[in-house]
């Protein structure tokens, strides 16, 4: 009998508490104590409820809800927030800058003088003028200077002349000779570029042109009949076969020549 009326017992109970059982399921679904019918509960009414809502599997989240609001709670909704990563739109690459490359404005032309013509060179004379060029920085940006020059020379003489040497007006760049034949100066023999090699530099003034003169000692053997020379400039693909340096910005320069044979000079007595 203890057996059967405990079997009876719990379908009674369901049916007694199933108003209960439906306001506090909706109470639980909704997130919405309704305190004023469910407050009037006893604690041993309330753990009825919870027990047989245990006995059918209910969430223990929803069960909790169902407690609040049996004891007339107020019933605090789970956050259950869902965070939505929204797509980040790729970022567009932002533009390659493009990098301004400053050009550079540091030129100079070099060609052979048009006022120093072809003429004659007398025998056995010391520093005669053989040859002019004309250093044109007008277009530069800065001063150019230069330690070292390349002239072309050409050889048609039996006797060639020695000790040449550079000089702009009273500047000299060579320094003053020494010896009667001074090593340090440039003694040309065959035909191609003779370097100068100078102990004070050559400065171009930026917006300037300015003259350069090679001298030489002439062979007191070259008389009339032995030949002749001249200096001139070399080139490949219109630059010159030598450099020089801004004097601001230390960039090297390779100067634009003209490439000529320069002007003949024929020994005379």
């Not at 719990?10 to 439906?22: A, C």
């Not at 050559?202 to 300015?210: A, F, Q, R």
Request: charge should be negative; hydrophobic fraction near 40%.
């Amino acid at each position: 009998m203890g057996n059967l009326f405990q079997k009876e017992k719990l379908p009674l109970l369901v049916i007694l508490l199933l108003p209960f059982f439906v306001g506090a399921v909706y109470a639980g679904w909704n997130y919405v104590p309704n305190t004023q019918n469910l407050a009037a509960l006893t604690e041993a009414q309330i753990q009825s409820i919870l027990g047989v809502l245990s006995s059918f599997g209910i969430d223990q989240a929803l069960l909790k809800n169902v407690e609040n609001s049996l004891r007339g709670e107020t019933v605090s909704p789970a956050a259950t927030s869902t965070e939505t990563t929204l797509p980040q739109e790729n970022e567009a690459e932002a533009p390659a800058v493009s990098e301004t490359v400053p050009v550079s404005t540091s030129f100079v032309h070099i060609s052979v003088s048009e006022t120093f013509k072809e003429g004659t060179a007398p025998s056995g004379t010391l520093l005669v003028h053989v040859a002019s060029f004309i250093f044109d920085a007008t277009a530069s940006n800065e001063d150019i200077s230069f330690s070292k020059l390349k002239f072309l020379y050409t050889d048609n003489a039996l006797y060639d002349p020695y000790n040449c040497t550079v000089s702009s007006g009273a500047e000299e760049f060579m320094g003053r000779y020494k010896y009667f034949f001074n090593p340090d100066w440039v003694h040309p023999a065959g035909t191609g570029d003779k370097e100068f090699i100078l102990t004070t530099a050559l400065v171009v003034p930026k917006g300037e042109k300015k003259t350069l003169d090679i001298k030489c000692y002439t062979n007191s053997n070259a008389f009339k009949g032995t030949g002749s020379f001249s200096w001139g400039l070399s080139g490949v693909d219109g630059e010159a076969t030598f450099t020089g340096t801004g004097v601001t910005s230390k960039e090297i320069i390779t100067p634009t020549v003209e490439p000529s044979e320069g002007n003949t000079m024929t020994f005379a007595s």
